[in-house]
């Protein structure tokens, strides 16, 4: 999978899907490739919706992202883009 392929997946699939935003009046069309994922101004999801991403990722990309910290979530958990690059570097580290 490229780049823009894993944006997506994470988008369509953990953000929207997963997290059943749609249930909460979002649209899949509004999450951007850089919409803030914990910001009032984005999507504002919690510490339980983080943890929930961060546990799919790490089974839909068999990586392992080790401690799921209040660092790592704020540094890789700022937008599907982060989150994506994420990723990347782990499968590339695999």
Request: aromatic share 4%.
């Amino acid at each position: 999978m490229n780049k823009n392929e894993i944006v997506a997946h994470i988008k369509e699939k953990i953000i929207f899907e997963d997290l059943e935003l749609s249930e909460w009046g979002h649209q899949l069309r509004d999450i951007k490739d850089d919409t803030p994922l914990l910001a009032e101004a984005g999507l504002a999801l919690d510490s339980v919706d983080v943890l929930d991403i961060f546990v799919s990722i790490q089974k839909e990309y068999s990586i392992d992202l080790g401690e799921i910290t209040k660092e790592l979530m704020e540094t890789h958990c700022q937008s599907p883009l982060t989150l994506a690059e994420l990723v990347m570097d782990k499968c590339a580290a695999h």
